[in-house]
Nanobody, 124 residues
């Protein structure tokens, strides 16, 4: 059984930073792309970032580009999201996702595995 477990969410002031982590078990982590999505109350789920299986290709939503950085450690089966210069509009539940492909996409339909989510709240 594949499990994705996120951690690192919390409450932070605008302009601050948080680092989300996701540990994956139950599959060959290093062979597949990973990513992060988020969903705020009353809004649709949206793509945040993705990283290829080798970690050499990343894509970001325009809204987070330059502020967020996705990374992975295949030896530790972990993917992380470093979030800097946080804004109130970044407040959402953040989901770690696992793809069935080597490279990630912006479509949630391409991600088969989802974590339970971790809440990020940015106070203004």
């Amino acid at each position: 059984q594949v499990q994705l477990v996120e951690s690192g969410g919390g409450l932070v002031q605008a302009g601050g930073s948080l680092r989300l982590s996701c540990v994956v078990s139950g599959r060959t982590f290093s062979s597949y792309a990973m990513g992060w999505f988020r969903q705020a109350p009353g809004k649709e789920r949206e793509f945040v970032a993705t990283i290829s299986w080798a970690g050499d290709t990343t894509y970001y939503a325009d809204s987070v580009k330059g502020r967020f950085t996705i990374s992975r450690d295949n030896a530790k089966n972990t993917v992380s999201l470093q979030m800097n210069s946080l804004k109130s509009e970044d407040s959402a539940v953040y989901y770690c996702v696992g793809s069935n492909y080597y490279s990630g996409t912006r479509s949630d339909a391409d991600y088969r595995y989802w974590g339970q989510g971790t809440q990020v709240t940015v106070s203004s």
